[in-house]
Nanobody
């Protein structure tokens, strides 16, 4: 089992920045990737960014050039640095991890709200 705890959401003005953190615990040696999804009100959950165990990064087109995902392996933490935030970035952001032992499993954090508004 992998447990994920997010922090860092809040209210920010358009053009501002926020930093989200996700700390993993449990069977962290089985983790293959970690990342972030988001879900805006009335919309489906969508991928924002993820980073694999070998360091490969992927971003949604809507956040490329504005968001950066990084990993602190020693602290088992993934950070999403969000710059140039737009009102359309407003959503609940969920940390996500995949692990593999004999099969793939997914794990989710509880979510943290990001509101971009003036």
């Amino acid at each position: 089992q992998v447990q994920l705890v997010e922090s860092g959401g809040g209210l920010v003005q358009p053009g501002g920045s926020l930093r989200l953190s996700c700390a993993a615990s449990g069977t962290i040696g089985t983790i293959r990737s970690m990342g972030w999804y988001r879900q805006a009100s009335g919309k489906e959950r969508e991928l924002v960014a993820f980073i694999t165990r070998d360091g490969s990064r992927n971003y949604a087109d809507s956040v490329k050039g504005r968001f950066t995902i990084s990993r602190d392996g020693a602290a088992n933490t993934v950070v999403l640095q969000m710059n140039s935030l737009k009102p359309e970035d407003t959503a609940v952001y969920y940390c996500h991890a995949t692990s593999y032992v004999s099969s793939y499993r997914e794990f989710w954090g509880q979510g943290t709200l990001v509101t971009v508004s003036s």
